[in-house]
């Protein structure tokens, strides 16, 4: 049985992405909401990076999706399955990150694409997908995700530092405004969008008086095993669970925060800029 409607499979290869409404429940969100925001190791661990405004953004990762909640969602049959059959290869987890826009002071990102950063870490195809959840309602006014449909048709762009954070050639977005539709990407807690790695995306700063938190799962295709070492797994197996295993492990307190975060610092410079500027 498909994971996915012959629409969504449309959409995502047509315009880059397409939206999985109500992909999780509200007491799956809620627990995941829970655990996330009080989660000391989650805040210790998250890097701040200039957005070349001067304002910061925030955000966690790591690289292997653990036993607690936060592997719950990026494991279970909902999303991998889906994940697959648009790769049409086994998928594994790449890295997962929440990004931690919190009211008023959240920064933006920069107009990027995954690929641009990932293409470093030796994967010759942009055989990927990301999966962005909503963990709190996602508006304009507090920074949603912007994409420009269909821009993943042009192919990775070079990247540029601005501020801390590496984004897309300016001259090249420029252009690209003017030839594909911007999209805001309002969701509900629990919507989910899942987007192609060579899809130019952005968002704008929270201002306003709510979070906007979000949890985003990244996947490879086992055919895409990355030729060199990098601070992101190669291929690594995928165990999936049951979709019932959210709710189940969010509501053991013993069990629910289990992850070992990255080093963003030290060994994880793909997500918040180039890995290397010498190399742009």
């Not at 648009?86 to 990102?109: F, N």
């Not at 870490?121 to 990301?130: A, I, K, V, Y």
């Not at 060199?228 to 629910?256: F, I, N, Q």
Request: proline residues 3%; charged residues 25%.
């Amino acid at each position: 049985m498909s994971a996915l409607s012959e629409q969504q499979i449309n959409e995502y290869h047509q315009h880059g992405y397409f939206f999985a409404r109500q992909l999780f429940s509200a007491e799956e969100i809620r627990l995941l909401r829970e655990t996330a925001t009080s989660d000391h190791a989650m805040d210790q661990a998250a890097s701040s990076r200039d957005d070349g405004t001067g304002t910061s953004v925030r955000l966690s990762l790591w690289n292997h999706p653990g036993e607690g909640i936060y592997g719950m969602f990026s494991r279970c049959h909902r999303v991998v399955d889906a994940v697959e059959e648009l790769l049409q290869d086994e998928a594994y987890h790449y890295h997962s990150k929440m990004i931690l826009k919190d009211a008023k002071v959240g920064g933006a990102w920069a107009w990027h694409q995954d690929y641009g950063y990932w293409y470093q870490n030796g994967l010759l195809f942009p055989d990927l997908c990301s999966v962005m959840i909503a963990v709190d309602e996602a508006t304009e006014e507090n920074g949603c995700l912007q994409i420009l449909r269909g821009s993943h048709r042009m192919g990775r762009v070079n990247h540029i530092l601005t501020g801390d954070q590496a984004g897309a050639e300016v001259e090249r977005v420029e252009h690209a405004e003017k030839a594909f539709p911007l999209v805001h990407c309002k969701m509900a807690a629990g919507d989910a969008v899942f987007f192609h790695p060579n899809l130019l995306h952005a968002s704008a700063a929270n201002l306003s008086d709510n979070p906007r938190w979000a949890l985003i799962c990244c996947y490879n295709a086992r055919s895409n095993n990355p030729y060199k070492e990098s601070h992101h797994p190669a291929y690594t197996k995928l165990h999936k669970v049951d979709d019932a295993m959210v709710a189940t492990v969010g509501r053991d307190d013993a069990r629910r925060a289990s992850v070992d975060f990255a080093n963003l610092e030290s060994n994880d410079r793909s997500a918040t800029s180039l890995p290397d500027a010498s190399e742009t």
